[in-house]
C-alpha cells in the first residue's frame, strides 16, 4: 500500500494529464473545489438534525470544564473564547454554540445548504453567540480577527491542497490558541477505499436511487472484505448523506501519522495530544505486555505513534490538538519532578467504573466509553480506588493522596503513597481517564528527574 500517495483519489481534471505549471496546477485545484462545493450542495453533511435540545442537556459545567483543560491545561478555566469551527457542515458550529453560551462562535463552510442547515439551529434555538459564513477555509484570514480555538474535523482531507487549508487556519490562530484537527487515517480506511475505486470503475454517482443500490449491494459483500466491519462500526453507513460522504466524495485523502506530523509542520504546528491518546501509547492496552513494548518505548513520541497505528491496523481517523511552533508556554506534561503534584485530575465525561466480572485482585476496571480498541482498559485495586474516588475535578494530586489533608495538615507521611499516586495518575491520563489543570509553572519543560517527596502528608 502506498501510503504517500493521495488515496482514493480520482484521476485529475482533464483525464488524468499531469498538470504542470502554476496556473494549470492553480486551475486544477479550484476545479476540485468546485467538484468539492457541489457535492456537499446535494449532500449536506452530516445528515440534518432539527433540535440540538438533547445535545444541550449532554453539556453541563463538569465537562466544559473538561474539555477546557484538554485544550489549554495551563490557562485557567474560561468559558468565552473565540472559536472558529471551519467547514462546520450542517450542525457543529451551532453545536459549538450551544456547548460554549458565552463562547463567540463562528462557522464556516463552502456549502450553501449547510450554512443553510446550521442558520435554522442557530434560530431555532436563539444562539445570538453564533455567526456564519459561506466561505472556503482557504480564505480564513479574511475573517476578523484571530481565535483562540480552530476546530477543523473531516475537511482538510477533502480540500485538494490540504497544506494550504491547514496554514490558512494557523494564520488565524491565536498565538496560545488551541487546534482540534481529525484526519482521516490509512490503513483502517482501507475498505472505504476498495469500495471507492470499485465505484469510480462503474461510474456510479451519487443520485438518491444509485445511493440506495450501492447500500443493497453492500449487504453482499464477503464477510471476509475489509470494508464489513466499518459497515457495522461507522455511522456514516447508516444514512443516505455518509454513504455518499464515505464512497463516493470526489477529493478524499488519508493521512498516516508521520504524513499528519509532516502536515502539522509545513503549517507552522506542532502537535499537542490525541484527543483520546490511549490507543496511540505502547503502556496502554495489549502493548503494555508487548515483547516490543520496551523498543517502542526507546523512539521518540512520534515514532512510537507511527508503529502503533501499524500494529493496530484499524485506525480510521486521527484526531489530535495542535498549537502554534511559537507557542513558546505550550503544555508540557511530566511526571518527572515533583510538579504533577500540583496537577488538579478532572474526569472525562465518558469515563465509567465497571465492578463486575473483575480481573483477579482488581477493585474495579476503568473504561473510557469512546475507545474503539477493545484491549484499552485500566484494572485498578482497591488503594487505586480510593484515589480515583477522590478525584472531583478541584483538588490536587497532593491533596487526593493526603489522607489526612482535611483533617490535619501536619500528621505523618506515609513514604510508599508517592509512587503509588504517581503511578496511577499517570495511567488515568494514559487511558484517557483525566485530563490535568495544571498551574502556570508546571507547563515549563520539568527536568528529567527522581521523584521528590513534597511536603505534606500522602495517603
Ligand atoms: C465531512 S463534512 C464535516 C462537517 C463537520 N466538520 C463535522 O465534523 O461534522 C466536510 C465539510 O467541509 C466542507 N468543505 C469542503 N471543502 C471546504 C472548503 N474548502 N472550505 C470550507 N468548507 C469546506 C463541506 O462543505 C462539508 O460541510
Not at 456549502?111 to 482557504?138: W, Y
Not at 476578523?144 to 482531507?157: I, P, R, Y
Not at 464515505?246 to 509542520?265: I, T
Not at 474516588?389 to 489522607?403: L, S, W
Request: a negative charge; proline letters at 7%.
Amino acid at each position: 500500500m502506498d501510503a504517500s500517495a493521495p488515496r482514493g483519489a480520482p484521476p485529475p481534471p482533464g483525464g488524468g494529464a499531469p498538470v504542470s505549471g502554476d496556473r494549470d496546477a492553480a486551475a486544477a485545484e479550484s476545479g476540485t473545489a468546485q467538484t468539492v462545493s457541489t457535492f456537499y450542495e446535494t449532500h449536506p453533511y452530516p445528515p440534518p438534525i432539527e433540535s440540538l435540545d438533547a445535545y444541550r442537556q449532554s453539556w453541563d459545567d463538569a465537562r466544559r470544564r473538561a474539555d477546557a483543560a484538554l485544550f489549554w491545561p495551563t490557562q485557567g478555566y474560561r468559558d468565552d473564547r473565540r472559536i472558529l469551527v471551519a467547514g462546520c457542515g450542517t450542525s457543529q458550529a451551532a453545536k459549538y454554540a450551544v456547548r460554549w453560551p458565552r463562547a463567540q462562535v463562528t462557522g464556516i463552510d463552502v456549502s450553501q445548504a449547510s450554512i443553510a442547515q446550521t442558520q435554522r439551529l442557530k434560530d431555532r434555538h436563539g444562539l445570538d453567540n453564533l455567526q456564519l459564513k459561506v466561505m472556503p477555509v482557504e480564505r480564513a484570514s479574511d475573517l476578523a480577527g484571530e481565535f483562540d480555538q480552530v476546530v477543523c474535523t473531516g475537511v482538510l482531507h477533502h480540500l485538494p491542497d490540504p497544506d494550504h487549508g491547514l496554514r490558512a487556519l494557523r494564520e488565524v490562530l491565536a498565538p496560545d490558541g488551541a487546534m482540534h484537527l481529525m484526519l482521516y487515517a490509512p490503513y483502517g480506511r482501507t475498505g472505504v477505499y476498495m469500495l471507492q475505486d470499485y465505484c469510480r470503475r462503474l461510474g456510479i454517482g451519487s443520485t438518491s436511487s444509485e445511493i440506495h443500490e450501492l447500500a443493497s449491494a453492500l449487504g453482499m459483500l464477503p464477510r471476509e472484505h475489509p470494508l464489513v466491519p466499518l459497515l457495522h462500526n461507522m455511522r456514516d453507513f447508516h444514512s443516505e448523506a455518509g454513504l455518499a460522504d464515505a464512497l463516493l466524495h470526489p477529493q478524499d485523502r488519508a493521512y498516516s501519522v508521520p504524513q499528519m506530523f509532516d502536515l502539522l509542520a509545513g503549517a507552522g504546528l506542532e502537535f499537542g495530544r490525541w484527543l483520546r491518546q490511549a490507543a496511540y501509547l505502547p503502556q496502554c492496552g495489549l502493548f503494555a505486555s508487548s515483547p516490543h513494548r520496551s523498543r517502542l518505548e526507546q523512539l521518540p513520541a512520534s515514532e512510537q505513534y507511527a508503529a502503533v497505528e501499524l500494529f493496530r491496523g484499524s485506525m480510521v481517523h486521527h484526531s489530535l490538538v495542535a498549537y502554534r511552533n511559537d507557542y513558546a508556554r505550550r503544555p508540557s506534561l511530566s511526571f518527572d519532578g515533583d510538579a504533577w503534584l500540583d496537577y488538579v485530575p478532572i474526569r472525562l465525561p465518558e469515563t465509567i467504573a465497571v465492578q463486575k466480572n473483575l480481573p483477579a485482585s482488581a477493585e474495579a476496571v476503568l473504561i473510557n466509553r469512546s475507545h474503539t480498541c477493545t484491549d484499552v482498559y485500566l484494572p485498578v485495586d482497591a488503594r487505586q480506588k480510593i484515589l480515583f474516588d477522590r478525584i472531583d475535578g478541584a483538588r490536587t494530586i497532593r491533596d487526593i493522596a493526603d489522607r489526612d489533608s482535611a483533617v490535619d495538615s501536619d500528621s505523618a507521611v506515609d513514604d510508599a503513597a508517592l509512587p503509588i499516586a504517581r503511578t496511577l495518575f499517570e495511567q488515568l491520563w494514559n487511558y484517557d481517564q483525566v485530563v490535568f489543570a495544571m498551574p502556570r509553572e508546571a507547563n515549563e519543560h520539568a527536568p528529567s528527574s527522581t521523584l521528590s517527596m513534597p511536603e505534606g502528608n500522602l495517603l
